[in-house]
């Protein structure tokens, strides 16, 4: 199956965040929105699981109280994403409008590879047929100690009001809840996914003030956003006369 249905117009750039719990992704996502939006240049965030109405009823089930084994869990991630590609990135991107995630691919093969220690080849086939062929422009990790990611949790549920005491909700245990061994494989995955990677990601220390993050992804931005202008104009001009006319 074809996946591309760009024409020779400028696609939008698609940017994703990475990252264990508290690392800080969603505030640098919103932060990255604004910067684009400010720019002059249209943007959308999404997260994942979520963002369309079949993700929304899923991440409610994956944050939910009732308990899952961790098939059922990966399937109902990858269900979540393959909606979201097929009904709103690809139309999306196609419309030269940029789409900034909160996390994608990466997180399934971080959390379920090597957190729950599932089967990888696994999951990069499910990867690939949610996906069809989508991958990110720039992947975002932001990189923060297992024992921190853990702290910044505990003190963000203690800020939300719950009880340190209370028995936690099955949702919350999914992965707030791992033991600080779950922590570290999943952030020892995801530093082996960006060495695998390195054209694709770009790694950022995460225990840095959020405005000095910000600058360091606004800068890469920046350099793509030339890069993918300078290609749509060079393909504009090696057009022939009736493409062109077909554009018009
Ligand atoms: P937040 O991104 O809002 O934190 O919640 C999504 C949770 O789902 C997050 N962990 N917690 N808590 C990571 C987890 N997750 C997966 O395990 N696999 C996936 O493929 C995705 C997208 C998220």
Known sequence: MSTRRTGPSQRGLFISFEGGEGCGKTTQTRLLLQRLQG??????????????PLGERLRELLKGRIGMTPTAELLLFIAARAELVS????????????VIADRFTDSTIAY???????????????????????????????????????RRTRSQRLLDGADPGRESEAGQERFE??????????????????????????????TQPVEAIAGQVWLKTGTLLRESKRRARRRVRTLDPEQTARLL
Request: proline share 6%.
């Open 87 to 98: 009904t709103v990135l690809w139309p999306t991107l196609d419309q030269g409008v940029h």
């Open 177 to 206: 809840e791992q033991p600080t061994a779950f922590h570290q494989r999943l952030l020892a995955g995801y530093r082996k996914l960006a060495a695998a990677e390195p054209e694709r990601f770009c790694v950022l220390d995460g």
């Open 39 to 52: 720019a002059g240049e249209r943007a959308v965030l999404v997260k994942e699981p979520g963002s369309t």
């Open 112 to 150: 379920q590879g090597y957190g729950r220690k599932m089967g990888l080849e696994t999951i990069h086939d499910l990867n690939r047929l949610a996906t069809r062929g989508l991958k990110p422009d720039v992947t975002f990790l932001l990189d923060i100690p297992a024992e921190e990611s853990m």
